[in-house]
């Protein structure tokens, strides 16, 4: 191998000849200037200990950006907790969305409209928590796919009179695959075969061991017939939602996901969207996969129109100029000509994947052939 002279390694190392000099002088490297060539074993030393070297203040580097990226999300306000509520048919999934939309609808006027924008939120005294407004794990299913988080927590629905059925372990799986912390409501705790150690022994074959059996999973008994024990299990959604330290920039860029998107006769393409950064005000250009749009009006569940969407609020917004798919991720625009080309940008992305396949395809089959 060819000797290499200082000046050339300090080259190729990106630093000082000076800088270089002084470490051959630490590691006891005789040399009379930069020009002098080293032994290969002695060029290698070096560049192992400058690896090292930078290795280590990388390292460093990043452990003070984390520091940092952590210290300033501390200083973010925090957000509602977004719940989705699973569990196998005939649990009581609807009857309890059921009884949080109208427990908060009586705490208002009566006759007051609510309107279906996908999500609702049900404010306590301990805070305020948004309800994903469709049962069952086909919305959440489909909006994972796309990619987007959305729950933090699922309230899995069992049945004290069922125990735990096929539908509660798919609720669990899809719960742990989207990774949000999971609290079960054990329902129908009003009737008289109501079985609360049942529904105990049954999650302690799941590898959930309840409180009340010394473990950690949550369980309430709740009734959402009566209501008996509702009010429990927001104060665990709270408590758990704290622990959780669930914080949103609302000056930060804006993004969101769709949470279900359908056509009005009248008015259009109507789509829900639930705000999870910044703030989206009327007037903004935005995308959500394939389809743009300017927002004309946003209204929320209690039927206001509302100028600005902080994070946490769920809105129905008018103004896409297609249907957007449910999951898809919406992410603030600053004008239009960059909100139809990056619509039109993911249209030709998709066809050329398409083609891409479709020729894949073909030249499989020609290599069959031949
Ligand atoms: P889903 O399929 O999980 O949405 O279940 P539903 O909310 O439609 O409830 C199925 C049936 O159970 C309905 O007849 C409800 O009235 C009934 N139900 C739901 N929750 C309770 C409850 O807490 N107590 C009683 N007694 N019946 C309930
Ligand atoms: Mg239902």
Redesign the pocket.
């Known amino acids: 191998m060819a000797k290499v002279r200082i000046y050339q390694l300090a080259k190729e190392l990106g630093m000082e000849n000076a800088e270089l000099l002084e470490i051959l002088n630490e590691m006891g490297v005789s040399y009379k200037s930069h020009a002098s060539t080293l032994e290969d074993e002695t060029a290698q030393a070096v560049k192992e200990i400058i690896a090292e070297q930078r290795g280590l203040e990388e390292q460093r580097r990043r452990e003070e950006e984390a520091k940092r990226a952590e210290e300033a999300r501390k200083a973010l306000p925090h957000r509602p907790p977004v719940v989705v509520i699973m569990?196998?048919?005939?649990?009581?999934?609807?009857?309890?969305l059921d009884y949080l939309r109208k427990s908060r609808i009586a705490e208002r006027e009566a006759g007051g409209i609510t309107q279906h924008v996908g999500a609702f939120e049900v404010k306590t005294k301990g805070g305020t928590v948004v309800f994903i407004d469709t049962?069952g794990h086909e919305a959440f299913t489909s909006i994972r796919q796309r990619g987007a988080r959305v729950a933090d927590i699922a309230v899995i629905?069992i049945a004290a009179d069922d125990g735990i059925m096929p539908q509660t372990k798919e609720a669990i799986a899809h719960a742990k695959a989207a990774g949000a912390k999971i609290i079960f409501a054990a329902?129908?705790?009003?009737?008289p075969q109501a079985n609360l150690d049942k529904v105990y022994q049954d999650l302690m074959r799941e590898q959930f061991v309840p409180e009340a059996y010394g473990g950690d999973a949550i369980v309430v008994p709740?009734?959402?017939?009566?209501g008996q024990g509702v009010a429990d299990l927001l104060d665990m959604i709270l408590l758990v939602a704290e622990l959780e330290d669930l914080r949103a920039d609302p000056e930060a860029e804006p993004k969101g996901v769709i949470l279900e998107a359908r056509v009005d006769k009248q008015a259009g393409v109507l789509a829900s969207m639930l705000v999870q950064e910044g703030t989206f005000r009327v007037g903004d250009y935005l995308v959500a996969g394939e389809v743009w749009g300017k927002i004309r009006a946003m209204r929320d569940s209690d039927d206001n129109q509302r100028k600005e969407a902080p994070p946490g609020s769920a809105v129905q917004v008018l103004g896409f100029s297609e249907l957007p798919h449910a999951g898809e991720v919406v992410h603030w625009v600053p004008d239009q000509v960059a909100a139809k080309e990056i619509a039109e940008e993911r249209i030709l992305e998709r066809k050329d994947r398409e083609a891409g396949a479709e020729t894949g395809l073909r030249a499989r089959n020609i290599a069959d052939l031949l």
């Open positions: 569990g196998h048919v005939d649990h009581g999934k609807t009857s309890l049962p629905v329902n129908k705790m009003d009737l709740i009734s959402a017939k009566t």
